[in-house]
C-alpha cells in the first residue's frame, strides 16, 4: 500500500511539475485541490504531497486556508538559479569523462539524432519535444558521472531554469547552434577530453542564457 502511495504521488507531482515548467500553468494561476482530485481520481493526502514538493521547488505558493498558485517567475532568482547550474553542469561533464561508457554515448547520440528530426514538427510540439531532450541529454550525463548529491541539486536547479526558458523562449525551435553544442560535448566525452567537455557545456548553458537576456530585454 505505502509502494502505491508513493508512486501515486511521484505521478502527480510529475504531471504538475511538467504543466507549469511547459507553461501549460501559468504564474498566478490559481489550482484547485478539488478539481485536480477529480482529475487524478484521488484523495486530498497525495496531492497535497505532490504540491508541498512542488513548493519546496518554489513552482507553487501555498497559502493557508486560501489554497495554491503558481509562483510567479522571479527573474533574480533565476539568474542566481542559472549562476550555480552553469558551474555545476560544467561539473557533471567532467565527471562522466572519467565514468562514462559506451552505453552511455550510445545514448546521447540517440538524443542528438532526435534533435536533428524535430525540424519537421510544429512550433510548439518540437519547443516542447525540446525542453525534454535537453533535459533526457544532461540527464545521461549526470548518470554517467555517478554522483548522486550532484543529481539531485541539478535536478531542482533544471526545472527552476527550463520554466524561465519555457516562457520566455516560446519561439525557440532546433537550430545548428544547439546540434552543434551537443555534438561537441559529446565528442569531448567521446574523446576523454574533461577540459574540452567542461568549456564546451558552459557555452551551451551560457548560449540559453543569452537566448533569455534577448526576449526578456
Not at 497535497?48 to 518554489?58: G, I, N, Q, V
Not at 552553469?86 to 569523462?97: D, F, N, P
Request: proline share 3%; hydrophobic share 40%.
Amino acid at each position: 500500500m505505502a509502494l502505491r502511495e508513493n508512486l501515486l504521488h511521484r505521478n502527480i507531482f510529475q504531471r504538475l511539475r511538467d504543466r507549469i515548467v511547459h507553461g501549460d500553468y501559468p504564474p498566478g494561476m490559481s489550482l484547485s485541490e478539488k478539481d485536480l482530485c477529480r482529475e487524478f481520481n484521488v484523495s486530498r493526502t497525495p496531492l497535497r504531497e505532490a504540491l508541498a514538493k512542488l513548493e519546496s521547488m518554489k513552482l507553487v505558493t501555498i497559502i493557508p486556508r486560501f489554497g495554491t498558485n503558481v509562483s510567479p517567475i522571479d527573474i533574480n532568482e533565476i539568474r542566481c538559479a542559472f549562476e550555480v547550474k552553469i558551474k555545476l553542469e560544467s561539473l557533471a561533464v567532467e565527471l562522466a569523462v572519467e565514468r562514462i561508457d559506451s552505453e552511455n554515448l550510445k545514448a546521447l547520440d540517440d538524443v542528438i539524432q532526435e534533435v536533428i528530426q524535430l525540424n519537421g514538427e510544429d512550433d510548439q510540439h518540437r519547443h516542447h519535444r525540446l525542453i525534454e531532450l535537453e533535459k533526457r541529454f544532461h540527464r545521461i550525463i549526470l548518470q554517467a558521472a555517478q554522483n548522486q548529491i550532484l543529481e539531485e541539486f541539478l535536478d531542482n536547479l533544471h526545472y527552476r531554469c527550463a520554466r524561465l526558458w519555457s516562457s520566455s523562449l516560446s519561439q525557440v525551435v532546433p537550430n545548428e547552434d544547439i546540434l552543434n553544442q551537443m555534438k561537441n560535448i559529446y565528442q569531448a566525452l567521446a574523446e576523454g577530453d574533461a577540459k574540452r567537455a567542461s568549456r564546451h557545456m558552459e557555452q551551451h548553458i551560457q548560449y540559453f542564457i543569452e537566448k533569455i537576456k534577448m526576449r526578456l530585454l
